[in-house]
């Protein structure tokens, strides 16, 4: 039982490349988040999902886009990163509405 | 929508009590109060969960007055692995599916990071 899973856990971009970071979670859980964390500050919630197929936004969305095609996984897409979105992105799922999240490793992308 | 503040540091000596207040004045009724625990280069880890009055399990303690503007972890009797930094999440996701087409504000505090000396 591996829980929540992030890849990758590293990536550099230059600034307009785009990529996709991938979460898969074994738990069978419904609800599924993005949250972002810089530095010294907390997780800010960047869109998140009540459940296969559905997406809705969280408080920091524009410049991502997420898809939940399975129920297991939530990706996190960006289309032409900014500098801006230097982070480190957290994963997180629960069974239902806010109900005890579990937490990702995390990703750190940096973009120049 | 709720901001939280939280102390942004603390220090406590191995076998103390450890209380941290989160404040939340503009809390919904829909909101519930939720502590995190985070330890470097690692997500967050759920500690307790709470609506109101008191709630407890077997790592702390929840205490919500009856306005609910702030919230008080108690950890009881802290160790050298309870250094970390805590989170005081304050939000509500609907349960319904699909897009509404809205967003929602999950309200994670600025953290309070909990240093326990020996």
């Known amino acids: 039982n591996a829980g929540v899973t992030q890849t990758p856990k590293f990536r550099v971009l230059k600034t307009g490349q785009s990529m996709t970071l991938l979460c898969a979670q074994d738990?069978?859980?419904?609800?599924m988040y993005w949250y972002r964390q810089d530095p010294g500050m907390g997780l800010r919630l960047i869109h998140y999902?009540?459940?296969?197929?559905?997406?809705a936004k969280g408080e920091v969305p524009d410049g991502y886009n997420v898809s939940r095609l399975k129920k297991q996984n939530f990706l996190l897409g960006l289309e032409s990163a900014a500098p801006s979105q230097t982070s480190v992105y957290f994963c997180?799922?629960?069974?239902?509405?806010?109900?005890?999240?579990?937490f990702g490793p995390g990703t750190r992308l940096t973009v120049t | 929508l709720a901001k939280t503040t939280q102390p942004i540091s603390m220090d406590s000596y191995e076998g103390q009590e450890v209380n941290i207040t989160c404040s939340h004045n503009?809390?919904?009724?829909?909101?519930?109060i939720t502590w995190y625990q985070q330890f470097p280069s690692q997500g967050p880890r759920f500690i307790i969960q709470?609506?109101?009055t008191k709630v407890t399990n077997e790592v702390a303690s929840l205490f919500i007055p009856a306005d609910r503007k702030s919230s008080t972890l108690s950890l009881p009797r802290v160790s050298l692995s309870d250094t970390a930094v805590y989170y005081c999440?304050?939000?509500?996701?609907?349960?319904?599916?699909?897009?509404?087409?809205?967003?929602?504000?999950?309200?994670f505090g600025t953290g309070t990071k909990l240093q326990v000396i020996p």
């Open positions: 997180a799922s629960s069974p239902h509405g806010l109900d005890e999240q579990y």
């Open positions: 738990m069978n859980h419904e609800y």
């Open positions: 999902s009540v459940g296969e197929g559905t997406t």
């Open positions: 503009n809390i919904a009724t829909n909101d519930y």
């Open positions: 709470g609506y109101k």
């Open positions: 999440l304050v939000g509500d996701i609907p349960s319904s599916r699909g897009n509404s087409g809205g967003y929602q504000k999950v309200t």
